[in-house]
């Protein structure tokens, strides 16, 4: 059974964890300031989720206090549905995370060849890869670690944080796509149309 000292005050752990996580947002530009706010969030989401998971629950104490007991494992710390579902959360956030490096990856590798490394004005939609079913890969990336994250490992800063990080995204992913329909007219419209935002065949 897992207890609180068996994962706190690990801060090796926390900076192997927030690296990690870290490294994503090395394939996502930042051609405008807007584009740092989401980031910022993001990493600060990391930082919660690395240091209440392996530094200090501070989360945990806070809430301890204010309703003057503690709180066992389950309530806002730990892997919460151990009782019910055992490790299952922890092989969610696994499984999440695969699948956002990969998409993020892919889009990062189509975006970087087709749209980012060529100059200005010769840039193309582009349609290929997993843009070919989503518009927004590395957003829709984020999204998912940071929810695997959530599953994992859930206390109250995370639970806050996550639909103001989401939030912050979808304006982004709209920002941009008025962007792109300025430079690319018609053909983006087109692509927009024949793609969903974040989710194939979702949304």
């Not at 690296?19 to 300031?33: D, E, H, N, Q, T």
């Not at 240091?51 to 945990?60: K, L, Q, T, V």
């Amino acid at each position: 059974m897992e207890t609180l000292q068996s994962h706190y005050h690990q801060w090796g752990a926390v900076l192997f964890f927030t690296v990690i996580y870290g490294v994503a947002l090395l394939f996502v530009p930042f051609y405008r300031k807007m584009d740092r706010k989401p980031a910022t969030a993001y990493m600060a989401f990391v930082l919660a989720f690395a240091i209440e998971m392996h530094g200090i629950p501070m989360s945990m104490y806070l809430v301890s206090w204010i309703i003057g007991r503690n709180l066992p494992e389950g309530v806002l710390w730990g892997h919460t549905l151990f009782h019910q579902i055992g490790y299952t959360g922890m092989y969610i956030n696994i499984i999440l995370s695969t699948i956002a490096l990969f998409v993020i990856g892919n889009g990062w590798y189509n975006i970087y060849h087709k749209y980012w490394s060529l100059q200005k004005g010769k840039g193309k939609v582009v349609k290929t890869g997993v843009y070919r079913y989503i518009r927004h890969p590395q957003y829709t990336g984020f999204m998912l670690l940071t929810l695997g994250m959530i599953i994992q490992w859930a206390t109250l800063p995370m639970l806050i944080m996550w639909p103001f990080i989401a939030r912050m995204y979808y304006r982004l992913a709209k920002k941009e796509e008025r962007d792109l329909l300025t430079e690319f007219g018609e053909e983006y419209m087109m692509y927009k149309k024949k793609t969903k935002m974040f989710l194939p065949f979702i949304v």
